[in-house]
């Protein structure tokens, strides 16, 4: 089975990312690339769970995000 696992709920996400416009202000930019950021990481979660991905692909997929966001995030405190 090709994801579906979640009926694909990492591209809604991914859509909305898009649809913020990086031109109004910082916190919209911010936002959309959070977003889109995060359908990767949900996209190899559901095709994990779907049986297309090794769970290896998710936790390298889970750790660059939580890289880039959640231990930046930290820093900022």
């Not at 919209?28 to 095709?47: F, I, N, P, T, Y």
């Amino acid at each position: 089975m090709s994801g579906g696992y979640w009926d694909y709920i990492y591209y809604k996400i991914e859509e909305i990312g898009n649809e913020l416009d990086p031109e109004i202000n910082q916190s919209q930019r911010e936002l959309g690339k959070l977003l889109k950021d995060l359908s990767k990481v949900l996209h190899d979660a559901e095709w994990h769970l779907s049986g297309d991905y090794s769970l290896e692909k998710f936790n390298k997929t889970w750790e660059e995000f939580k890289t880039k966001w959640v231990k930046k995030a930290q820093g900022e405190k």
